[in-house]
Protein backbone atom coordinates (compact mmCIF):
# COMPACT_ATOMS: atom_id res chain seq x y z
CA UNK A 1 0.00 0.00 0.00
CA UNK A 2 2.66 2.41 0.50
CA UNK A 3 4.70 1.55 -2.43
CA UNK A 4 1.51 2.38 -4.38
CA UNK A 5 1.10 5.43 -2.59
CA UNK A 6 4.73 6.10 -3.05
CA UNK A 7 4.31 5.45 -6.91
CA UNK A 8 1.54 7.77 -7.30
CA UNK A 9 3.07 10.61 -5.90
CA UNK A 10 6.29 9.70 -7.76
CA UNK A 11 3.68 10.32 -11.27
CA UNK A 12 2.15 13.39 -9.58
CA UNK A 13 5.30 14.91 -9.32
CA UNK A 14 6.67 13.97 -12.93
CA UNK A 15 3.18 15.09 -14.94
CA UNK A 16 3.70 18.53 -12.93
CA UNK A 17 7.34 19.05 -13.88
CA UNK A 18 6.27 18.25 -17.39
CA UNK A 19 3.44 20.59 -17.86
CA UNK A 20 5.97 23.28 -15.95
CA UNK A 21 8.45 22.48 -18.40
CA UNK A 22 5.56 22.39 -21.35
CA UNK A 23 4.84 25.73 -19.87
CA UNK A 24 8.61 27.61 -20.25
CA UNK A 25 8.88 25.70 -23.54
CA UNK A 26 5.69 27.40 -24.82
CA UNK A 27 6.54 30.63 -23.18
CA UNK A 28 10.26 30.62 -25.01
CA UNK A 29 8.76 30.41 -28.16
CA UNK A 30 8.29 34.27 -28.07
CA UNK A 31 5.09 34.39 -29.68
CA UNK A 32 3.00 37.53 -27.70
CA UNK A 33 0.22 39.11 -28.74
CA UNK A 34 1.75 40.45 -31.54
CA UNK A 35 1.65 37.25 -33.33
CA UNK A 36 -1.40 37.64 -35.41
CA UNK A 37 -0.18 41.49 -36.91
CA UNK A 38 3.34 39.52 -37.60
CA UNK A 39 1.32 37.00 -39.76
CA UNK A 40 -1.10 39.34 -42.08
CA UNK A 41 1.85 41.13 -42.42
CA UNK A 42 2.88 38.72 -45.60
CA UNK A 43 2.66 41.05 -48.69
CA UNK A 44 4.13 44.79 -49.55
CA UNK A 45 0.84 46.17 -48.45
CA UNK A 46 0.81 44.84 -45.49
CA UNK A 47 4.13 45.64 -44.58
CA UNK A 48 3.73 49.16 -45.51
CA UNK A 49 1.06 49.58 -43.16
CA UNK A 50 2.87 47.58 -40.23
CA UNK A 51 5.87 49.52 -40.65
CA UNK A 52 3.96 52.62 -40.93
CA UNK A 53 2.49 51.92 -37.27
CA UNK A 54 5.14 50.62 -35.65
CA UNK A 55 7.13 54.20 -36.10
CA UNK A 56 4.15 55.97 -35.27
CA UNK A 57 3.72 53.93 -31.89
CA UNK A 58 7.78 54.59 -31.61
CA UNK A 59 6.82 58.43 -31.98
CA UNK A 60 4.14 58.11 -29.53
CA UNK A 61 6.82 56.69 -26.72
CA UNK A 62 9.22 59.73 -27.28
CA UNK A 63 6.30 62.24 -27.41
CA UNK A 64 4.81 60.42 -23.98
CA UNK A 65 8.34 60.57 -22.18
CA UNK A 66 8.48 64.22 -23.32
CA UNK A 67 4.49 64.85 -21.98
CA UNK A 68 5.37 63.50 -18.76
CA UNK A 69 8.54 65.18 -17.92
CA UNK A 70 6.44 68.46 -18.77
CA UNK A 71 3.77 67.30 -16.18
CA UNK A 72 5.91 66.17 -13.45
CA UNK A 73 7.62 69.97 -13.81
CA UNK A 74 4.94 71.82 -13.91
CA UNK A 75 3.52 69.48 -10.78
CA UNK A 76 7.10 70.51 -9.42
CA UNK A 77 6.39 74.10 -9.89
CA UNK A 78 3.04 73.95 -8.10
CA UNK A 79 4.18 72.33 -4.94
CA UNK A 80 7.36 74.73 -4.65
CA UNK A 81 4.97 77.99 -5.04
CA UNK A 82 2.67 76.26 -2.42
CA UNK A 83 5.48 75.54 -0.04
CA UNK A 84 6.55 78.88 0.21
CA UNK A 85 2.81 80.26 0.11
CA UNK A 86 1.36 77.73 3.36
CA UNK A 87 4.84 77.87 5.41
CA UNK A 88 3.62 78.36 8.79
CA UNK A 89 0.29 76.52 8.39
CA UNK A 90 -0.40 73.32 9.34
CA UNK A 91 0.06 72.05 5.47
CA UNK A 92 3.68 73.51 5.60
CA UNK A 93 5.38 70.18 6.26
CA UNK A 94 3.48 68.11 4.02
CA UNK A 95 4.22 70.71 1.15
CA UNK A 96 7.62 71.22 1.97
CA UNK A 97 7.94 67.33 1.77
CA UNK A 98 6.20 67.06 -1.33
CA UNK A 99 7.74 69.76 -3.37
CA UNK A 100 11.04 67.95 -2.45
CA UNK A 101 9.41 64.62 -4.05
CA UNK A 102 7.94 66.63 -7.12
CA UNK A 103 11.65 68.20 -7.83
CA UNK A 104 12.98 64.24 -7.69
CA UNK A 105 10.16 63.58 -9.60
CA UNK A 106 10.64 65.86 -12.25
CA UNK A 107 14.33 65.37 -12.58
CA UNK A 108 13.60 61.77 -13.41
CA UNK A 109 11.35 62.19 -15.61
CA UNK A 110 13.36 64.58 -17.79
CA UNK A 111 16.33 62.34 -17.75
CA UNK A 112 13.90 59.39 -18.89
CA UNK A 113 12.38 61.74 -21.81
CA UNK A 114 15.83 63.09 -22.70
CA UNK A 115 17.20 58.90 -22.66
CA UNK A 116 14.02 58.14 -25.05
CA UNK A 117 14.44 60.68 -27.29
CA UNK A 118 17.95 59.01 -28.12
CA UNK A 119 17.09 55.63 -27.58
CA UNK A 120 14.30 55.66 -29.22
CA UNK A 121 15.65 57.27 -32.42
CA UNK A 122 18.13 55.09 -33.08
CA UNK A 123 14.92 52.64 -33.35
CA UNK A 124 12.97 54.64 -35.55
CA UNK A 125 15.35 54.55 -37.88
CA UNK A 126 16.73 51.41 -37.98
CA UNK A 127 12.69 50.47 -38.68
CA UNK A 128 12.76 53.33 -41.33
CA UNK A 129 15.43 51.74 -43.00
CA UNK A 130 13.79 48.33 -43.13
CA UNK A 131 10.55 50.09 -44.27
CA UNK A 132 12.35 51.51 -47.37
CA UNK A 133 14.48 48.38 -48.05
CA UNK A 134 11.25 46.13 -47.89
CA UNK A 135 9.52 48.83 -50.35
CA UNK A 136 12.42 49.10 -52.67
CA UNK A 137 12.96 45.34 -53.26
CA UNK A 138 9.35 45.01 -53.96
CA UNK A 139 9.70 47.65 -56.39
CA UNK A 140 12.42 45.85 -58.16
CA UNK A 141 11.03 42.44 -57.74
CA UNK A 142 7.99 43.25 -59.51
CA UNK A 143 9.56 44.72 -62.52
CA UNK A 144 10.02 42.13 -64.98
CA UNK A 145 10.42 41.55 -68.61
CA UNK A 146 7.51 41.28 -71.01
CA UNK A 147 8.14 37.69 -72.83
CA UNK A 148 9.46 38.74 -76.63
CA UNK A 149 10.04 42.35 -75.92
CA UNK A 150 13.83 42.43 -75.81
CA UNK A 151 15.26 44.77 -78.51
CA UNK A 152 18.10 43.20 -80.20
CA UNK A 153 20.77 44.82 -81.69
CA UNK A 154 24.39 43.66 -83.71
CA UNK A 155 27.21 43.90 -81.74
CA UNK A 156 30.95 43.83 -82.93
CA UNK A 157 34.19 42.10 -82.14
CA UNK A 158 34.92 38.54 -81.96
CA UNK A 159 33.43 35.78 -79.91
CA UNK A 160 34.62 35.47 -76.99
CA UNK A 161 33.55 32.24 -75.91
CA UNK A 162 32.07 30.09 -79.19
CA UNK A 163 35.15 30.49 -81.34
CA UNK A 164 34.79 28.08 -83.87
CA UNK A 165 33.11 28.89 -87.26
CA UNK A 166 32.11 31.75 -88.29
CA UNK A 167 33.61 34.23 -85.13
CA UNK A 168 32.16 37.23 -85.30
CA UNK A 169 28.52 36.60 -84.96
CA UNK A 170 27.05 38.57 -81.60
CA UNK A 171 24.17 40.31 -81.02
CA UNK A 172 23.16 41.61 -77.72
CA UNK A 173 19.31 41.83 -76.69
CA UNK A 174 18.19 44.39 -74.04
CA UNK A 175 15.57 44.82 -71.52
CA UNK A 176 14.87 48.18 -70.63
CA UNK A 177 12.23 47.88 -67.06
CA UNK A 178 9.49 50.19 -67.02
CA UNK A 179 10.02 52.19 -62.94
CA UNK A 180 7.31 50.73 -60.60
CA UNK A 181 6.54 53.70 -58.32
CA UNK A 182 3.56 52.42 -56.38
CA UNK A 183 1.62 49.13 -56.05
CA UNK A 184 -2.47 49.00 -55.39
CA UNK A 185 -3.57 48.16 -52.38
CA UNK A 186 -6.96 47.34 -51.10
CA UNK A 187 -7.73 49.47 -47.87
CA UNK A 188 -10.66 47.52 -47.21
CA UNK A 189 -8.62 44.56 -46.64
CA UNK A 190 -9.96 43.21 -43.20
CA UNK A 191 -6.37 41.52 -42.29
CA UNK A 192 -5.21 44.92 -42.14
CA UNK A 193 -6.80 45.83 -38.50
CA UNK A 194 -4.92 43.56 -37.52
CA UNK A 195 -1.59 44.33 -38.69
CA UNK A 196 -2.52 47.99 -36.99
CA UNK A 197 -2.64 46.12 -34.23
CA UNK A 198 1.08 45.72 -33.64
CA UNK A 199 0.90 49.22 -32.15
CA UNK A 200 -1.06 48.09 -29.07
CA UNK A 201 1.57 44.91 -28.70
CA UNK A 202 4.66 47.08 -29.32
CA UNK A 203 6.22 47.57 -26.20
CA UNK A 204 5.78 44.02 -24.89
CA UNK A 205 6.83 42.46 -28.64
CA UNK A 206 8.66 39.75 -28.73
CA UNK A 207 8.86 38.77 -32.59
CA UNK A 208 8.84 41.78 -35.36
CA UNK A 209 8.03 41.19 -38.54
CA UNK A 210 11.73 42.26 -40.43
CA UNK A 211 12.24 39.37 -42.69
CA UNK A 212 15.77 37.89 -43.13
CA UNK A 213 17.78 40.12 -43.40
CA UNK A 214 20.42 37.39 -45.93
CA UNK A 215 16.83 37.61 -47.95
CA UNK A 216 17.47 40.56 -49.41
CA UNK A 217 19.98 39.79 -52.29
CA UNK A 218 19.74 39.76 -56.29
CA UNK A 219 17.41 37.56 -58.00
CA UNK A 220 18.33 34.46 -60.03
CA UNK A 221 17.93 35.07 -63.50
CA UNK A 222 16.93 32.47 -66.08
CA UNK A 223 17.41 33.51 -69.89
CA UNK A 224 15.16 32.05 -72.70
CA UNK A 225 16.26 31.89 -76.18
CA UNK A 226 15.96 30.20 -79.32
CA UNK A 227 17.54 29.48 -82.62
CA UNK A 228 16.58 28.34 -86.11
CA UNK A 229 18.70 27.26 -89.42
CA UNK A 230 22.56 26.60 -89.50
CA UNK A 231 23.84 30.08 -87.97
CA UNK A 232 27.54 28.70 -88.65
CA UNK A 233 27.78 29.32 -92.44
CA UNK A 234 27.40 33.46 -92.30
CA UNK A 235 30.45 35.63 -91.94
CA UNK A 236 28.25 37.97 -89.56
CA UNK A 237 25.39 38.51 -88.08
CA UNK A 238 22.75 40.71 -89.13
CA UNK A 239 19.73 42.45 -87.56
CA UNK A 240 16.64 41.33 -88.20
CA UNK A 241 13.12 43.24 -89.01
CA UNK A 242 11.74 44.78 -85.85
CA UNK A 243 14.89 43.79 -83.53
CA UNK A 244 13.53 40.97 -82.23
CA UNK A 245 16.00 38.38 -83.69
CA UNK A 246 19.42 38.40 -85.19
CA UNK A 247 21.61 36.26 -87.39
CA UNK A 248 22.51 35.36 -91.26
CA UNK A 249 19.07 36.27 -92.82
CA UNK A 250 19.27 40.54 -93.29
CA UNK A 251 15.56 42.52 -92.45
CA UNK A 252 13.56 39.12 -91.81
CA UNK A 253 10.55 39.05 -89.81
CA UNK A 254 11.23 37.02 -87.21
CA UNK A 255 8.69 34.31 -88.15
CA UNK A 256 10.23 34.39 -91.18
CA UNK A 257 13.88 33.82 -90.43
CA UNK A 258 15.32 30.63 -91.47
CA UNK A 259 18.44 31.22 -89.52
CA UNK A 260 18.29 33.35 -86.83
CA UNK A 261 18.55 33.77 -82.75
CA UNK A 262 16.64 35.34 -80.49
CA UNK A 263 16.73 35.73 -76.84
CA UNK A 264 12.93 35.58 -76.01
CA UNK A 265 12.83 36.43 -72.38
CA UNK A 266 14.15 36.60 -68.79
CA UNK A 267 12.65 35.39 -65.94
CA UNK A 268 13.93 36.63 -62.89
CA UNK A 269 13.26 34.52 -59.32
CA UNK A 270 12.65 37.38 -55.81
CA UNK A 271 11.33 35.52 -53.02
CA UNK A 272 10.55 38.18 -50.58
CA UNK A 273 10.66 37.23 -47.21
CA UNK A 274 8.59 38.17 -44.23
CA UNK A 275 9.28 36.59 -41.41
CA UNK A 276 8.98 37.30 -37.52
CA UNK A 277 12.38 37.31 -35.99
CA UNK A 278 12.92 36.83 -32.64
CA UNK A 279 14.19 40.05 -31.11
CA UNK A 280 16.04 38.80 -28.46
CA UNK A 281 17.87 36.58 -30.11
CA UNK A 282 18.79 38.59 -32.92
CA UNK A 283 19.99 41.20 -31.10
CA UNK A 284 22.92 38.50 -29.30
CA UNK A 285 23.41 36.63 -32.78
CA UNK A 286 26.08 38.35 -35.05
CA UNK A 287 25.15 38.77 -38.45
CA UNK A 288 26.82 36.54 -40.98
CA UNK A 289 28.74 39.31 -42.54
CA UNK A 290 29.78 40.43 -39.32
CA UNK A 291 33.86 40.17 -40.43
CA UNK A 292 33.29 42.47 -42.87
CA UNK A 293 31.74 45.16 -40.89
CA UNK A 294 34.70 47.57 -40.15
CA UNK A 295 35.15 50.93 -40.72
CA UNK A 296 36.20 50.73 -43.93
CA UNK A 297 32.38 49.73 -45.10
CA UNK A 298 29.25 51.05 -46.01
CA UNK A 299 26.36 48.22 -44.86
CA UNK A 300 23.56 48.57 -47.62
CA UNK A 301 20.84 46.93 -45.62
CA UNK A 302 20.47 47.69 -41.62
CA UNK A 303 21.25 44.47 -40.29
CA UNK A 304 18.46 42.46 -37.94
CA UNK A 305 20.90 42.74 -35.23
CA UNK A 306 21.02 46.22 -35.10
CA UNK A 307 17.54 46.70 -35.59
CA UNK A 308 16.41 44.34 -32.47
CA UNK A 309 19.26 46.02 -30.30
CA UNK A 310 17.89 49.43 -30.59
CA UNK A 311 13.65 48.35 -30.58
CA UNK A 312 14.80 46.58 -27.12
CA UNK A 313 15.96 49.50 -25.48
CA UNK A 314 13.44 51.12 -26.78
CA UNK A 315 11.46 49.03 -25.14
CA UNK A 316 13.01 49.19 -21.73
CA UNK A 317 12.37 52.82 -21.61
CA UNK A 318 8.97 53.07 -22.65
CA UNK A 319 8.76 50.66 -20.10
CA UNK A 320 10.16 52.76 -17.30
CA UNK A 321 7.44 55.50 -16.14
CA UNK A 322 7.42 57.81 -12.79
CA UNK A 323 4.28 58.44 -11.18
CA UNK A 324 2.98 61.71 -11.00
CA UNK A 325 2.01 62.85 -7.15
CA UNK A 326 -1.05 63.42 -8.26
CA UNK A 327 -1.87 59.48 -8.73
CA UNK A 328 -0.29 58.68 -5.31
CA UNK A 329 -1.57 58.02 -2.06
CA UNK A 330 -0.87 59.23 1.84
CA UNK A 331 -0.03 55.99 3.04
CA UNK A 332 1.88 54.48 0.34
CA UNK A 333 4.19 57.91 0.15
CA UNK A 334 4.61 57.55 4.17
CA UNK A 335 6.02 53.89 3.60
CA UNK A 336 8.93 55.02 0.84
CA UNK A 337 12.57 56.03 2.16
CA UNK A 338 11.97 59.27 1.56
CA UNK A 339 9.30 60.09 4.16
CA UNK A 340 11.02 58.11 6.80
CA UNK A 341 14.03 59.95 6.62
CA UNK A 342 12.12 63.11 6.72
CA UNK A 343 10.22 61.81 9.69
CA UNK A 344 13.14 61.13 11.42
CA UNK A 345 14.94 64.52 11.03
CA UNK A 346 11.44 66.49 11.64
CA UNK A 347 11.33 63.98 14.91
CA UNK A 348 14.60 64.12 15.84
CA UNK A 349 14.85 60.39 15.66
CA UNK A 350 18.11 60.75 13.81
CA UNK A 351 20.54 60.45 16.41
CA UNK A 352 18.60 57.60 18.10
CA UNK A 353 20.06 54.72 15.75
CA UNK A 354 18.83 51.18 17.38
CA UNK A 355 15.41 52.58 17.12
CA UNK A 356 13.48 50.90 14.75
CA UNK A 357 11.79 52.76 11.72
CA UNK A 358 8.05 54.56 12.65
CA UNK A 359 5.31 52.71 11.48
CA UNK A 360 3.08 54.49 8.42
CA UNK A 361 0.61 55.59 10.14
CA UNK A 362 3.25 57.33 12.31
CA UNK A 363 4.82 58.92 9.47
CA UNK A 364 1.59 59.69 7.77
CA UNK A 365 0.57 61.48 10.27
CA UNK A 366 3.39 63.48 11.23
CA UNK A 367 3.91 64.79 7.87
CA UNK A 368 0.57 64.64 6.62
CA UNK A 369 -1.31 65.23 9.48
CA UNK A 370 -3.66 62.28 8.51
CA UNK A 371 -3.35 58.13 8.37
CA UNK A 372 -4.56 58.31 4.78
CA UNK A 373 -5.86 59.55 1.80
CA UNK A 374 -5.39 61.02 -1.86
CA UNK A 375 -2.67 63.86 -2.98
CA UNK A 376 -4.73 65.01 -4.92
CA UNK A 377 -7.74 65.23 -3.19
CA UNK A 378 -5.88 66.54 0.06
CA UNK A 379 -3.08 68.76 -1.11
CA UNK A 380 -3.63 69.23 -4.93
CA UNK A 381 -7.12 70.03 -5.59
CA UNK A 382 -7.12 72.66 -2.80
CA UNK A 383 -4.56 74.56 -4.96
CA UNK A 384 -7.21 74.95 -7.78
CA UNK A 385 -9.68 76.51 -5.59
CA UNK A 386 -7.47 79.29 -3.42
CA UNK A 387 -7.14 82.82 -4.06
CA UNK A 388 -4.09 84.93 -3.68
CA UNK A 389 -3.62 88.49 -4.58
CA UNK A 390 -0.10 90.23 -5.79
CA UNK A 391 0.14 93.85 -5.80
CA UNK A 392 1.86 94.94 -8.59
CA UNK A 393 2.52 98.44 -10.37
CA UNK A 394 0.21 98.03 -13.35
CA UNK A 395 -3.08 96.22 -11.22
CA UNK A 396 -2.77 93.19 -8.49
CA UNK A 397 -2.54 89.74 -9.87
CA UNK A 398 -5.38 87.31 -8.93
CA UNK A 399 -5.37 83.79 -8.68
CA UNK A 400 -4.87 80.08 -6.81
CA UNK A 401 -2.04 78.92 -6.41
CA UNK A 402 -2.24 76.75 -9.92
CA UNK A 403 -3.26 79.62 -11.64
CA UNK A 404 -0.01 81.72 -10.27
CA UNK A 405 1.98 78.69 -10.78
CA UNK A 406 1.15 78.49 -14.63
CA UNK A 407 1.23 81.89 -15.26
CA UNK A 408 3.07 84.06 -13.05
CA UNK A 409 5.46 81.27 -10.86
CA UNK A 410 8.84 83.51 -11.08
CA UNK A 411 7.07 86.85 -9.74
CA UNK A 412 4.81 84.56 -7.42
CA UNK A 413 7.90 83.28 -5.74
CA UNK A 414 9.67 86.38 -5.34
CA UNK A 415 6.57 88.46 -4.09
CA UNK A 416 5.79 85.21 -1.68
CA UNK A 417 9.30 84.67 -0.32
CA UNK A 418 10.25 88.48 0.41
CA UNK A 419 6.63 88.57 2.30
CA UNK A 420 8.07 85.25 4.40
CA UNK A 421 11.18 87.06 4.86
CA UNK A 422 9.76 90.20 6.06
CA UNK A 423 7.45 88.07 8.78
CA UNK A 424 10.14 86.26 9.70
CA UNK A 425 12.89 89.55 10.35
CA UNK A 426 9.56 90.60 12.61
CA UNK A 427 9.81 87.39 14.76
CA UNK A 428 13.35 87.31 15.21
CA UNK A 429 13.58 89.16 19.05
CA UNK A 430 13.35 85.79 20.40
CA UNK A 431 9.80 84.45 19.89
CA UNK A 432 9.97 80.46 20.15
CA UNK A 433 7.69 80.09 17.12
CA UNK A 434 10.66 81.54 15.05
CA UNK A 435 13.84 79.83 16.45
CA UNK A 436 12.88 77.67 19.43
CA UNK A 437 14.86 80.33 21.80
CA UNK A 438 13.65 81.56 25.19
CA UNK A 439 10.60 84.05 25.23
CA UNK A 440 10.90 86.87 27.10
CA UNK A 441 8.22 89.74 27.52
CA UNK A 442 5.10 89.75 26.34
CA UNK A 443 5.84 85.86 24.68
CA UNK A 444 6.32 84.53 27.71
CA UNK A 445 3.05 86.11 28.96
CA UNK A 446 1.17 84.50 26.29
CA UNK A 447 3.26 81.36 27.41
CA UNK A 448 1.61 81.20 31.03
CA UNK A 449 -1.65 81.60 29.87
CA UNK A 450 -2.62 78.30 31.09
CA UNK A 451 -0.08 78.70 33.76
CA UNK A 452 1.79 75.77 32.99
CA UNK A 453 4.80 77.88 31.59
CA UNK A 454 5.01 74.78 28.21
CA UNK A 455 6.56 75.45 24.97
CA UNK A 456 3.86 75.72 22.55
CA UNK A 457 3.91 71.92 20.73
CA UNK A 458 1.82 70.35 18.09
CA UNK A 459 0.74 66.69 18.57
CA UNK A 460 -0.80 64.48 16.18
CA UNK A 461 -2.45 61.19 16.25
CA UNK A 462 -2.17 58.56 19.56
CA UNK A 463 1.03 57.77 18.73
CA UNK A 464 2.01 61.26 18.41
CA UNK A 465 5.46 62.80 19.03
CA UNK A 466 6.43 66.66 19.23
CA UNK A 467 7.02 68.99 16.65
CA UNK A 468 8.94 71.78 17.59
CA UNK A 469 9.05 74.18 15.53
CA UNK A 470 12.58 74.33 15.69
CA UNK A 471 12.21 70.76 14.16
CA UNK A 472 10.46 71.95 11.48
CA UNK A 473 12.97 75.06 10.95
CA UNK A 474 15.38 72.22 10.49
CA UNK A 475 13.43 70.25 8.34
CA UNK A 476 13.05 73.44 5.97
CA UNK A 477 16.80 73.65 5.85
CA UNK A 478 17.28 69.95 5.71
CA UNK A 479 15.77 69.09 2.76
Known amino acids: MKQEVRIQATLKFTFAACGLMALQLAAGTGDGPEKTANEQANDICGADIYYKHVKAELKRWVEAKAQTARNLASEARLLNLATTLYKNTPKALAYKFLATLAADKAQEAAAQAEEAQTTTARALEAIAQRHGEHLTFAALATSRPVPGKLTHAKADGRNVLIATGTTSAKCTATYTPTPQYSTECDPADAKYASIK ?62 KAIAVTG ?49 QRIA ?49 FGKK ?75 EKKDGDNKTSTETTGSNSFVIKTSHLLLAFLLF
Open 197 to 258: SIRSHLADAKKLMLGNDQAFKPPSTTVQFEGAGDLGTGSNWALGSGATHCGDEVAKQADRAA
Open 266 to 314: VATSTPHDFTAIDLQEAASTQPANHDQRNGKQTQYFVANKDIAEAVVAA
Open 319 to 367: KTNTLALAKETIQNLATTKAAQAFYTHVSDQKSKHKQSPAAGPTVAEAI
Open 372 to 446: EGSIQNEFLDPLTRDSHTIPTDGGAIKGSTQKLAEDNFARAMAYYYSENMKKAAATAGGNPKADGQAATGEDKKE
